[in-house]
């Protein structure tokens, strides 16, 4: 027992020898880290300056960096440009997807350019004042947040009267705040539409000019909806803009400001700790963020495919109808909607995932990290050395109140602080997106001007008169279609000088074509269809481009045309009969509605003035007239205008005869010059010219003969008839002669 009770004792003197080793060990460890911390204390203290310079030089480098790398980016991408436009000929037509690269920096130039036109413009001034009130709102955040740090510092020291008067001065804070933000509202709002108009008035100037409306549409490929262009997405464009420098300025001023003041509350470091957190999350967030320019872009790019096909349906509903064929548009309706909101999926649920991470890091992890930089300071007075010097500079009895107005105001700057980079970080999504409705309008606006230049952009899918006969080749049709002829205004005649007849797509139907019309040389143009008799009237209306010889005409004031389908714009039955004039430039002429009473009774319509409700009956005039009143209509047009030279492509179609000879004579006692495209006979004798096409690239134009040239066709008829009748004797004769062998 003894043995044991001395072992027991001995192995307790060994495990409180050993705990006492382990303790002096532990507080030893204590003793050196926190001595360690105090020395690094000193260090910092005594250094400080050296510190925050050092920092402050280090971001100055990083930032220097950054700068150099994107004016590196830019000029490979200057010199990229160059190469590929010098490789491909530097057509508008290989426009890449929305990117924030120079392309965007250059097309956003270019449109802020347009909607806002000066630095004394409209547009200028509410910028300035937009910037003002920005400025004024984001240091009443500042005031607001000192003051929310006093009131709650008041409410710890029990200081009733200094908490009072905290709020008195809160409530005084919110009738200028609140005023600031709806003039900010209405602002933003208001140039939002300013840009609109500015921009829509822009294009209207180019899209409805020298028929490059007709162009954009038919002559280059580069744009299939120009009305959707114009009436959506420059809207888009204009309210996103409006919109980002709201959202891009307010927060770049705020945490400008914040920033500055919690650098002199917290201190550089600390900011400069955040900073890196903010810098590494959001490296990260830009790695993983979809391409929501492009998206974008492409949204919008089927949109106006499933805009396009609806408004084909309704442009061409009667014949669709005609040939039952509902189901076969629903299909096409059907896929290119399916499309679109495949798409659309698509960038919600991106959206998704990406919405949960930048949440993620810009609510919980950047607050995280700026609680931990708000707490610094206050734990800070806890190390050995730090408490005395907080003694001096606040009383005992006031230090809680001090470090909890320090922790509120900061906390409130740093809230607002990271909602402002939050805002930031949410605005490259409405960066992206602005990117491609600025290549969308900027897109539009290229084609505009190429084609306003008469340069265009089409895929050739036909074959020339030629190529179809046997006699030429694609090559030769190339440098036709590359080739541009001379426009020479004229004063009287026309005169077709080795011109050639090429269709939008390269089709070249005739290869030069040579004629010459003069006042009351009424020409007659007949051909099969196909051949290029449309086509010359659309030569020589200024529609298509003269892509070699020479084209002598008048000014088109001289020229009128008149289709098979005639146009009937939105207006009044008066506006049928004078358009494109106006009820001012009618009056301008001296004509009178007794004067257009007396036109519609020529062409054996006058009845229809008391039929419609009188000269000021509006309708829609397409579907309340028939096709036999919409053809009298417009000879009434051409009447009313009297010019030199009527162009009548098969103009009397759903008229009867007599209807036809009243136009015809009338044309011709009133000195206007025909040039009629239709194959019935009972027009031949208005005509003493004629153009004939073979359909095979070749012509003949001569001099018409109406007696001749029917009693001709009469004569051929004939003999076709008895060569038929020939032929089926002879038949009969073979089989005769088989029967009697």
């Not at 203290?45 to 050296?50: C, F, V």
């Not at 208001?190 to 162009?215: K, P, S």
């Not at 426009?487 to 080795?498: A, K, P, R, W």
Request: proline share 3%; with cysteine; net charge positive.
């Amino acid at each position: 027992m003894v043995a044991a009770v001395n072992i027991d004792l001995l192995a307790g003197a060994v495990v409180d020898r050993i705990q006492d080793v382990l303790l002096r060990r532990v507080h030893g460890f204590r003793h050196r880290r926190q001595a360690a911390l105090m020395r690094a204390v000193l260090f910092y203290a005594r250094h400080q300056r050296t510190v925050q310079r050092s920092i402050v030089a280090l971001v100055c480098a990083g930032l220097a960096e950054r700068l150099y790398r994107v004016g590196r980016l830019l000029a490979a991408e200057r010199q990229a440009a160059k190469s590929s436009s010098g490789s491909s000929g530097g057509g508008a037509g290989g426009r890449r997807g929305a990117q924030l690269d120079r392309r965007f920096v250059d097309n956003m130039r270019r449109l802020v350019a347009i909607a806002v036109p000066g630095w004394l413009s409209r547009e200028a001034g509410m910028l300035a004042v937009h910037t003002a009130l920005l400025v004024f709102r984001t240091f009443l955040s500042v005031a607001v947040a000192a003051l929310d740090g006093q009131i709650v510092g008041s409410l710890v020291r029990l200081r009733g009267r200094e908490f009072l008067v905290g709020i008195a001065k809160w409530m005084a804070m919110a009738v200028p705040a609140t005023a600031t933000n709806s003039l900010l509202t209405y602002i933003q709002t208001a140039l939002g539409i300013r840009f609109r108009q500015n921009l829509t008035e822009h294009v209207h100037r180019q899209y409805l000019a020298n028929n490059t409306y007709y162009a954009a549409g038919n002559l280059d490929d580069r744009i299939a909806n120009a009305d959707q262009l114009v009436a959506v997405d420059i809207a888009k464009f204009a309210g996103s803009m409006a919109e980002l420098y709201s959202n891009l300025a307010k927060p770049a001023l705020d945490a400008l400001v914040y920033n500055a003041q919690l650098a002199r509350n917290l201190g550089v470091e600390s900011l400069f700790g955040i900073m890196v957190v903010i810098q590494l999350s959001m490296g990260m967030l830009r790695g993983l963020a979809p391409p929501f320019g492009q998206l974008a872009a492409q949204e919008q790019r089927l949109e106006g495919e499933f805009y396009f096909a609806h408004s084909r349906l309704a442009e061409n509903a009667e014949e669709v109808a005609l040939y039952r064929g509902h189901h076969a548009e629903k299909r096409v309706i059907a896929r290119r909607y399916l499309r679109l909101v495949r798409h659309v999926n698509r960038v919600f649920r991106l959206n998704v995932f990406y919405g949960m991470l930048e949440d993620f890091v810009v609510k919980y992890f950047w607050g995280a990290a700026g609680l931990a930089a708000c707490a610094a300071p206050v734990f800070a007075e806890r190390l050995p050395g730090a408490q005395a010097a907080a003694a001096a500079a606040v009383a005992a009895a006031d230090r809680v109140g001090h470090h909890t107005q320090s922790f509120i105001t900061n906390r409130r700057l740093l809230l607002s602080g990271s909602d402002a980079l939050g805002r930031m970080m949410y605005s490259y999504k409405e960066i992206v997106e602005l990117a491609g409705y600025a290549e969308r309008v900027a897109g539009l606006l290229d084609v505009l001007d190429d084609v306003g230049r008469g340069r265009y952009v089409k895929t050739r899918v036909g074959k020339s008169a030629e190529a179809r006969g046997g006699g030429g080749g694609d090559d030769d049709d190339d440098d036709v279609v590359s080739q541009r002829g001379r426009l020479v205004e004229s004063d009287s005649d026309i005169e077709f000088d080795g011109v050639p007849i090429v269709s939008p797509n390269g089709d070249v139907l005739v290869r030069r074509l040579s004629f010459r019309v003069r006042p009351g040389h009424h020409l007659l143009i007949v051909g099969p269809n196909g051949c290029g008799k449309s086509s010359m009237f659309r030569i020589l209306g200024g529609l298509w481009p003269v892509y070699g010889g020479t084209l002598r005409k008048p000014s088109m004031s001289q020229i009128f045309y008149i289709p098979q389908r005639p146009y009937l714009p939105v207006g009044t039955l008066r506006d049928q009969i004078i358009y494109p004039d106006s009820a001012r430039d009618m009056a301008r002429r001296g004509a009178t509605d007794d004067q257009l009473l007396a036109i519609l009774g020529v062409v054996q319509l006058a009845h229809i003035v008391e039929r419609e409700g009188g000269w000021d009956a509006a309708k829609p005039w397409g579907e309340a007239l028939s096709g036999g009143d919409k053809q009298r209509i417009a000879m009434a047009r051409l009447f009313y205008h009297r010019p030199r030279y009527a162009i009548m492509d098969e103009c009397t179609s759903a008229v009867s005869m007599d209807v036809e000879r009243a136009m015809y004579t009338h044309a011709t006692e009133l000195g206007i010059t025909l040039l009629t495209v239709s194959h019935r006979q009972s027009l031949w004798q208005y005509h003493n010219h004629i153009l004939q096409y073979d359909g095979q690239g070749g012509y003949v134009f001569s001099e018409l003969d109406p007696d001749r040239r029917i009693a001709l066709m009469d004569e051929k008829q004939r003999i076709e008839q008895e060569l038929a009748q020939l032929a089926a004797m002879e038949a009969r004769l073979r089989e005769l002669e088989a029967q009697t062998v």
